[in-house]
């Protein structure tokens, strides 16, 4: 029972509403538009689950190897740090968890496009392979883009702009371009999680060389750029919000503001890097309460 639990641990499911931000977003404009496929949308949610299982345990694994995850950490202790779970046993769930992502990715591709395009289908089953590959790379290897500063960049295209405009393309079979503004706004919002958790663990990420763009940039214009992030994610929302003419709406999706907000004044404020451990919670949990007043006023 106590190895069931250290696992149920690893796969740190408060991560998830995050990750399903994206594809609740794509599927919910989809069913606005009288779109929306049921199979479709368990299915990106199932293997969207896989993949973020998958990042979280090679992560655990990445950092642990290369001595990052250490008693210097301010963050939840990582199940092969505390010595939970062996290096062996989490590369066996790192390889479980690739398949069943490949296998659900592969399902949900071959529903969504089999009847169309051999171009797309083939398309976007190269673009499931460089997820998985993208969730494993981030800490693993020699040259692991999470330690150099790319992070961000990797999680703004994968749980905006992949997760949004993909899911709905699944549904569709269409792209439209005011997508790009709610792809980006979850994009934003899902790096600020990101450059929030760096910014927390700022001084032991530099000193075991994993130079996040926080580390690169220093704390100061690192809460500048996570301003940015926030009131670009704000901007771009409510931009799509306006164009698509529903004033009630609007005012709906204005609810979760004010916790962004106290987020920008935690993240200028802060006197110890321990505050903003509960914050990272708090704005992931944001990011999926907006996605989902926005598919309660579609319904409306």
């Given at each position: 029972m106590s190895k069931v639990i250290s696992w149920i641990s690893a796969f740190r499911l408060r991560t998830l509403p995050l990750s399903l931000s994206s594809i609740l977003m794509g599927s919910i404009i989809a069913y606005s538009q009288e779109k929306f496929i049921l199979s479709i949308a368990v299915l990106a949610i199932t293997t969207t689950v896989f993949l973020q299982v998958l990042s979280n345990l090679a992560n655990d694994y990445g950092d642990s190897k290369k001595g990052t995850d250490n008693d210097n950490r301010i963050g939840p202790k990582r199940a092969v740090q505390s010595g939970a779970i062996s290096l062996r046993e989490m590369k066996n769930g790192i390889i479980t968890s690739s398949i069943l992502s490949l296998l659900s990715g592969t399902a949900l591709i071959y529903i969504g496009l089999k009847d169309y395009n051999l171009t797309y289908l083939v398309s976007f089953f190269v673009l499931g392979i460089t997820s998985i590959a993208a969730a494993i790379k981030y800490t693993i290897g020699k040259n692991p883009y999470g330690y150099?500063?790319?992070g961000d960049l990797f999680v703004f295209l994968f749980f905006g702009i992949?997760?949004?405009i993909g899911t709905y393309f699944l549904h569709t079979h269409n792209f439209e371009l005011i997508l790009i503004l709610p792809a980006t706004s979850i994009g934003l919002l899902s790096a600020s999680v990101l450059n929030m958790n760096n910014m927390?663990?700022?001084k032991n990420d530099a000193e075991n060389n994993k130079k996040?763009?926080?580390v690169k940039m220093g704390i100061k214009n690192s809460k500048?750029?996570?301003?940015?992030?926030i009131i670009g994610a704000i901007t771009s929302f409510t931009t799509f919000l306006l164009l698509k003419e529903s004033s009630y709406t609007f005012f709906i999706c204005l609810i979760p503001l004010p916790i962004f907000l106290l987020n920008l004044k935690t993240v200028w404020s802060f006197k110890d890097n321990r505050e903003l451990d509960p914050e990272?919670?708090?704005l992931a949990l944001s990011t999926f309460l907006l996605t989902l007043l926005f598919g309660i006023s579609s319904i409306l």
């Open positions: 150099a500063g790319l992949t997760g949004v927390r663990d700022i996040t763009l926080v500048i750029y996570h301003t940015l992030l990272l919670k708090k």
